[in-house]
């Protein structure tokens, strides 16, 4: 909005032109020229979308890829003991739960996997050198890419994460792209099958992904959408021993059921990510994580975009926020 004084300065000559000055009977001096102002251009700062900010720093999918998402989870805790184990897996299972992922029961093959080691950073190189295939699939949409995978490995923050999602037909359920492993017209590999949640003689059908054309496919809309398989977590044991289970479990519950950048600033956001800046003042998931995840899995998955899933979410965290009521 721009207020111009030289428009106030007119509507004041509009009413009489000068000021009403008591009459002393004092000589007046001559008046000078009137000193003409530079318009003042004053801006109204334009209202920043917080939601939309917070989904673009987290959100962090598989490269060219949408938001994933779990349909069914299986945490699992290694190196810990029993006790202490099932607390995190228990606060998982249950976060999982409200958002209305399917929890698997007792024996079932872990897809979340949150190893505790005192040598996170030799762990970590270990396990990828040991077997690259679980970590990197090429470019087929799954992982976030070898650079990705290179900070993963040379991270030293007290819990790092890699996340893999898959590409699949909401109509069907199979899978949109190949994976390593594939062979069409027999059994697929073991970790394929893993992947698939299937047994892999079983898993035939797997070897060339189909695409057919659906009614509920359109220019905005796709029926491709991307679904979390496999989360696997390295925790610095010793980096964490002052946390309690809730808010350990909380943690490991948004890096794990959500695709999150561990290289996000939410220094400026309440959230549960900020746990390790500041431990005593974070007790667990905040209202704004829980906001952040509700919409993460109640928005439309089918955006042929990451970019308009991310709005997706940021609106219907907005207008949860504008249903509160007031304090």
Avoid at 4 to 24: C, E, I, K, R
Avoid at 141 to 168: H, N
Avoid at 196 to 222: E, H, Q, W
Avoid at 284 to 310: I, N
Wanted: net charge negative; charged share 20%.
């Amino acid at each position: 909005m721009i207020e111009s004084l030289t428009v106030l300065m007119a509507v004041f000559a509009l009413a009489g032109g000068q000021a009403a000055v008591p009459d002393t009977g004092a000589r007046r001096e001559p008046q000078s020229a009137p000193v003409v102002l530079e318009d003042v251009e004053v801006t109204a700062r334009a209202r920043v979308d917080t939601a939309r900010v917070f989904v673009g720093r987290v959100a962090a999918p598989s490269r060219g890829r949408g938001l994933g998402r779990w349909r069914t989870i299986c945490p699992g805790v290694a190196n810990l003991d029993r006790a202490a184990g099932q607390a995190i897996v228990d606060r998982i299972a249950t976060r999982a739960a409200e958002l209305g992922i399917e929890v698997e029961g007792p024996g079932c093959e872990a897809n979340i996997i949150v190893i505790f080691t005192v040598d996170a950073s030799a762990v970590t190189r270990a396990l990828v050198e040991a077997d690259p295939r679980v970590f990197r699939h090429g470019g087929n949409g799954i992982d976030r890419g070898t650079a990705a995978l290179r900070a993963f490995q040379a991270s030293e923050r007290p819990v790092r994460w890699w996340s893999l999602s898959v590409p699949i037909n909401s109509e069907t359920g199979e899978r949109a792209v190949r994976v390593p492993g594939d062979r069409a017209g027999g059994p697929v590999d073991g970790q394929t099958a893993a992947m698939l949640m299937c047994n892999p003689n079983d898993c035939a059908f797997a070897g060339v992904p189909k695409i057919s054309s659906a009614g509920g496919a359109s220019r905005l809309n796709s029926q491709i959408v991307d679904q979390l398989y496999k989360s696997i977590v390295i925790v610095d044991i010793d980096a964490v021993s002052g946390l309690n289970a809730v808010q350990l479990g909380d943690y490991l519950a948004m890096v794990t059921l959500a695709q999150v950048d561990p290289e996000a600033d939410t220094a400026a956001f309440d959230t549960v990510l900020n746990l390790f800046e500041n431990p005593q003042a974070v007790p667990g998931l905040t209202a704004w994580d829980e906001s952040y995840l509700v919409a993460l899995y109640g928005s439309p998955s089918r955006r042929r975009s990451a970019g308009a899933q991310a709005d997706a979410v940021a609106a219907i965290m907005n207008r949860a926020a504008r249903a509160e009521p007031a304090d």
